[in-house]
Each structure stands twice: as structure tokens, then as C-alpha cells.
């Protein structure tokens, strides 16, 4: 390795000799004394030397153009001045690389850059204090819901990308040359979870891309999502509810004990909560009309309405319960007594949602009827529904959006920061 310690970790060795690896950040040449500030991923440390006090060759390395690659070996010494309290005195400086171009974005945030322009420097933009923190957090969430889900005894699985149809039956699909057939690219990873179910597996997760060929351009949707998707067998709604919520709160514990310099960074406070309250969707539209904002039963909720529930409740996280079958997605359990109501359920996070999941249904005889309500073709879903007909069990499932879960808890005002290489309607490179 050509470094012995990173930055963040060399701060707590003063008296020690260290050699790191970077980027220059920023010089400056105050004539007789120079400063340079060397980063890599884990912070900043301030490289000091005077005139006379090196050898010439070595001081005259002190002065290189912004985002040269550097290795610097010397020892750690504290300072009253320097951030941190220790900087580094060099003994040795090697250079591995010189910008040949002007760097197109200034990584000290003194001048800000537009969105567009970050992401199309995307490989450079990484370098930057804030993108550094944003993926470290999403980082940490991934590992989170691995972890959480692990210890709740789920199964690890992977389903393909490419499939022979669209997985939830919809349009809005890429459509790709697979050898001499066509094929598309999964909109969900729902047949699969549920196939593994069926075929015994109980209780599975993974994380995967999904693609939606939508033609939107907000500032919450992409359209490639990483999404982490549970699915649990021999249980109801409430059952997977209960998995969810732990399952969340496990990521926002994680990512608030481990990244609180990250969370600090982006001025993006973490506040946990104990549990997650349950609305039902008819409570909520009575909520809004009383508030005097009329909606009506049957209606979904858009945007504006989410903003004022948030505002309503007062409440961080809460999961919406018990939705109008009609506006769900054919596959949702209807409720036995009412068979208008479905057992789908949403958890919204900070006023966006941020996972939608429901009990499935698991007949075939009432899958076949829920489709042809909704004017479907059931010989068009015949593939899904022989999946229920060899014996399958009662069960569950839902699929929380990373990029958004990153998004709100890293308060950002655009999901595509929360995306290393963003695609959106317009957007195919970097």
C-alpha cells in the first residue's frame, strides 16, 4: 500500500510518523511558510512547512495545482491553529499525478457548482467533502438493512434483471434484445421474492435495481432505483408491518451512531424515533377534510397532501394502513369483511413515502378475480398465477427505495445526489 494510515486516523498519532495518500485540496504560498491541504475519503490534514527548514526540493513540492495526487510521508505534530489540532511536518513528498485539464468544479465549496454540472463530473465531484458524506451514509443504511434483516433470520437471495415480461404487469418497461426474444428489464424484484416463498425459503431479502421506464422528472424519482426488498411467508399485513418498522429503525440507529460526522458535515440531524405509528388511509382523508383540504375517499394522496399530513401529524415516520383496494396493486390481500378495503400499507418517512407493501394475495381463484375487476387478461398473468397453485402460503412483503431513504435523511433537495451515477429521463452518462 502506499499509504500507512488515512487521514482521519493519522490525527490521533501526533509524535508519529505517517504516510498518507490524497489530493491536494488547496496551497497556500505565504512566501517563506507554505500550507497544503492534503484529502482523501475520510478528511483534511494540513501539510506545513517553512523555508529553511526542509530542503529546498522538498519545499518547492509544497506548491502543486489543486487535485494533484500525492503521497506525503512526514510526522504528526500539534497545532493551536491547525483544524483538528495536528498537522502534518513532511519529510518526503511523491507526486503520482498532475491535472492535465482545468478541474471543472471547485471541491473547496467556495464557488458551487450546478447540480447538472456535478453530475456530469460526477468523478470528480466523489472527491467533494458532501458527496463523500452522502455515500458513506448510504453505505452504512445497505449494510444496516443486511444486518437488521439477517438477525431477524431472512434468507439472502438474488433475483435476475432481466425477465420475459413485466413483473407487476405494466407498460412502462425497457424493453431489450435477449438473443433471438425480447426481453425487459424488472420494474421489481416481486415475482422472485414470492417464488422463493412458495418454494419454501419462508422468508427472504435482497437488494437489487429496478428499472420504470416513467416519463417524470421530479425531484424524488429515478429511473433506475437500488430498492431492498423483504418478503415473509406464513404471516399477514401486520406480521410484515412489524418487520418493516424494526427493519427502519435499525438503519437510522445505525447511520446515527456511525456516521454522526457525516450527518454533522451535511448539517442533517438524526433523530430516531421509538415506533412507528398507524393511520388507516380513511382516517388520514378525514384528517385532510377537516384541515380544508378536500380529498375524496378512493383518491390517492399526491405530493401536497403528503406535505400537509406530515405537517398534521407531527411525526417523523407512520405508516399508512388498510388502502382502497381499488387504487392498489392487483396482487393486494383484500380484507375479509370488507373486501373494498386491502391489507397494503405505506410507511412515509419526513413527508415522502418510502415503502409500499401489502399481504399478497395467495389464491389463485381470487387472483384471477381481482384481475379481470380490473380488466386484465388473467391468461396474461398466467405465469404468476401457476406460481399459487402448487400450495402456497399466506404471506407478505414490502420494499424500501435507498436512494429516497438517503435522500431524507441526508436532507436533500434532489434524489439524484442521492444516486452516484443518476439515471433519469435525460441522463445516461457518466
Known sequence: MLRTHYISAAKSLAGQTVTLAGWVHEVRDLGKVRFLLLRDKTGIIQVFAKKGGVDDALFEKMVHPRETVLVVEGKVVASKIATGGVELAPSRIDVLSTPSIKIPIDLTGQVPAELDVRLDNRYVDLRSPNASAIFSIKSQAARAFRESLLSQHFTEIHPPCLVAAATEGGADVFKVQYFEREATLAQSPQLYKQLAVVGGMDKVFMTTPVFRAEKHNTLSHLNEVLQMDAEMGFCDDNDAMDALEKTFL????????????????????????????????????????AAGVPMEWGDDFDREKEAKLYSLLGEEAYFITKWPTAIRAFYSMPDEKDPKICKAYDLMYRGLELSSGAQRIHIPELLIKQLQSRGLDPAAFEFYINAFRVGAPPHAGWSIGIERLVMKICNLHNIREAAMFPRDRTRLTP
Open 250 to 289: 435499525d438503519i437510522l440507529h445505525s447511520v446515527s451512531e456511525h456516521c454522526k460526522d457525516e450527518l454533522a458535515l451535511l448539517k442533517a440531524p438524526l433523530v430516531v424515533p421509538k415506533k412507528i405509528p398507524r393511520h388507516t388511509y380513511t382516517e388520514l382523508v378525514e384528517k385532510l377534510n
